[in-house]
């Protein structure tokens, strides 16, 4: 006799694949954290590069962005959404979870809380996008666990489209790197959330501004144990006697995600599907 399959309802099947997204390639880098810690789940990853960047967008134009994006992960079966941006997160997490028949995980609150236990000197800096920065939402996570710490924000217009524009160690990505570091420095922080899915890219860039001493918190990990203990305590985890697939839908030019993408994700990216959705160029 074989075995009794139960009939989960949406979302709650361990087999579905987790959904995530972003404005284009930076959430590959939550991605590549993904895979390396949960290798047996398979990941949906949705790239908005039509619409990129987000930074300079209005927080109507992120929520409407959020709903249409996640919209298309549930009706490809996701158990879980990961917003793999610190933009959308920004604007738009709370509607999402309102809104979704599943699951929906941002990348602000794992970071805050991380950089919360790192900091010594209670004074914590945040680089990130405009409209990230516009919304408070970090300095809201931080002061929700430690009303005494400094936050010092730091909006970088145009670093995510210098990373993603396929000259990420460029003369140009250096000198924003050196502007946006002079008041970090300034403000005497010990740690800085790189609060962008690009950034990553210039971890050690931003270091060697920053100097080693400064401790640097990234989304990719703290969001990949965040995504690994939510599946762990749901029940939810995919077995182990499976490997892994991942998978890749991009809104713009399916040929530059990849090209672009697999400098972020670090693995091979093989075919791209292409979904239309609203307002794209
Ligand atoms: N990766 C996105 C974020 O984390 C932003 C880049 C953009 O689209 O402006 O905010």
């Not at 047996?40 to 134009?61: A, I, K, M």
């Not at 050690?204 to 100097?211: A, C, D, F, V």
Request: hydrophobic content about 40%; charged content about 20%; proline content about 6%.
């Amino acid at each position: 006799m074989g075995a009794i399959r139960v009939a989960y309802p949406i979302g709650m099947d361990p087999d579905a694949p987790i959904g995530m997204f972003d404005s284009g390639v930076g959430g590959l880098t939550v991605l590549h954290a993904t895979l390396v810690r949960l290798p047996h789940e398979d990941v949906v990853y949705l790239g908005d590069t039509g619409r990129f960047p987000y930074g300079p967008r209005s927080q109507d134009e992120l929520i409407a962005y959020g709903r249409e994006l996640t919209g298309i992960l549930v009706e490809r079966g996701a158990k879980l959404i990961v917003v793999a941006c610190n933009s959308a997160t920004a604007a738009a997490l709370p509607v999402l979870q309102q809104e979704s028949p599943v699951p929906v995980l941002g990348v602000i609150t794992p970071e805050a809380h991380a950089a919360v236990q790192a900091t010594r000197l209670r004074k914590v800096g945040v680089l990130a996008t405009e409209a990230t920065v516009n919304s408070q939402r970090y300095v809201e996570a931080i002061h929700d666990l430690d009303a005494g710490i400094q936050v010092t924000q730091v909006a970088c217009p145009g670093l995510a489209e210098s990373i993603q524009g396929g000259e990420p160690y460029s003369e140009r990505t250096l000198e924003l790197v050196q502007l946006a570091c002079v008041p970090l420095r300034e403000a005497g922080v010990d740690v800085v959330v790189l609060g962008c899915t690009h950034y990553p890219l210039v971890r050690h860039m931003l270091q060697r501004e920053l100097g080693t001493e400064v401790h640097t918190i990234t989304a990719a990990e703290e969001l990949a144990e965040e995504i690994a203990a939510t599946l762990a305590r749901k029940g939810w985890q995919r077995g182990d006697d499976h490997r892994g697939e991942y998978r890749f839908l991009a809104t713009g030019d399916t040929e530059a995600f990849r090209e672009e993408g697999t400098r972020f994700l670090q693995l091979p990216i093989g075919d791209v599907e292409h979904v239309p959705v609203a307002d794209c160029l």
